[in-house]
T-cell receptor, first 113, second 109 residues
Framework: AQSVTQLDSQVPVFEEAPVELRCNYS??????LFWYVQYPNQGLQLLLK??????LVESINGFEAEFNKSQTSFHLRKPSVHISDTAEYFC???????????FGQGTRLTINP | KAGVTQTPRYLIKTRGQQVTLSCSPI?????VSWYQQTPGQGLQFLFE???????NKGNFPGRFSGRQFSNSRSEMNVSTLELGDSALYLC????????FGAGTRLSVL
C-alpha cells in the first residue's frame, strides 16, 4: 500500500520569498506522483505530475518538484511566491498502472504582503 | 473542454434521504474514480470504475455505492444520509491524467 506524508500543515511566507512544501511517500512499487492546488471553495487543480523520465517536473506558473527515489520525496518549490499562490496544496501518489490516488493531509500556504 | 464534468455542483439534503451524484469523463476515457473530502478526514478514495466494472473500493460503508454506464458516465449514490456525509465529492478520470472535476458539495442537514 502507498502512503503520503506532508510534513507541514501550514507554511506562512512573505510575498516574493521562496517556498518549499515537503512531501514524502511510502511505497514498495513504482509510483506516479502528483501535486494539486485547491483554492477556497473550489475543486482540485493539477499543478504537476511525475510519471516517468526527468525527475524534475515544472508547472506553467513557476512551481517545480523533484522526484527523489532514494529519499522517497517529491517536494514542491517556487523561487518567488505571489499573493495569488495562497491556497491548500496536496501531494498524492498512485501505484503505476493503478487508478487509486492516496493523498497527503495538505499544506496550507499563506502569503503575507 | 473540461476533462471531467460533475453535476450538480451543490446539493442540500436532510438526514435519512438519499442522493445521486453524476460524473462524466471526457469522451473515450473509461476509468472513473470517486473521492470524498472532509475537513477531518481529508481526501479519501471511495471507489473506481473501469468499463462499467468496479475495480477497487475504499473503506466506506455499504450506504455508498456507484455504477458506470457504457458511455463512461458514472453515478455515485449515498443512501440514508448522515450528517457526517457532508463533504465535497470529487471525481477523477485516469489517475495518470491527474484530472479532476470541480466536485459536488453535499450538505446534509
Amino acid at each position: 500500500a502507498q502512503s503520503v506524508t506532508q510534513l507541514d500543515s501550514q507554511v506562512p511566507v512573505f510575498e516574493e520569498a521562496p517556498v518549499e512544501l515537503r512531501c514524502n511517500y511510502s511505497s514498495s512499487v513504482s509510483v506516479y506522483l502528483f501535486w494539486y492546488v485547491q483554492y477556497p471553495n473550489q475543486g482540485l487543480q493539477l499543478l504537476l505530475k511525475y510519471l516517468s523520465g526527468s525527475t524534475l517536473v515544472e508547472s506553467i506558473n513557476g512551481f517545480e518538484a523533484e522526484f527523489n527515489k532514494s529519499q522517497t520525496s517529491f517536494h514542491l518549490r517556487k523561487p518567488s511566491v505571489h499573493i495569488s499562490d495562497t491556497a491548500e496544496y496536496f501531494c498524492a501518489v498512485s501505484r503505476q498502472g493503478a487508478q487509486k490516488l492516496v493523498f497527503g493531509q495538505g499544506t496550507r500556504l499563506t502569503i503575507n504582503p | 473542454k473540461a476533462g471531467v464534468t460533475q453535476t450538480p455542483r451543490y446539493l442540500i439534503k436532510t438526514r435519512g434521504q438519499q442522493v445521486t451524484l453524476s460524473c462524466s469523463p471526457i469522451s473515450g476515457h473509461r476509468s472513473v474514480s470517486w473521492y470524498q473530502q472532509t475537513p477531518g478526514q481529508g481526501l479519501q478514495f471511495l471507489f473506481e470504475y473501469f468499463s462499467e466494472t468496479q475495480r477497487n473500493k475504499g473503506n466506506f460503508p455499504g450506504r455508498f455505492s456507484g455504477r458506470q454506464f457504457s458511455n463512461s458516465r458514472s453515478e455515485m449514490n449515498v443512501s440514508t444520509l448522515e450528517l457526517g456525509d457532508s463533504a465535497l465529492y470529487l471525481c477523477a478520470r485516469a489517475s495518470s491524467s491527474g484530472d479532476f472535476g470541480a466536485g459536488t458539495r453535499l450538505s446534509v442537514l
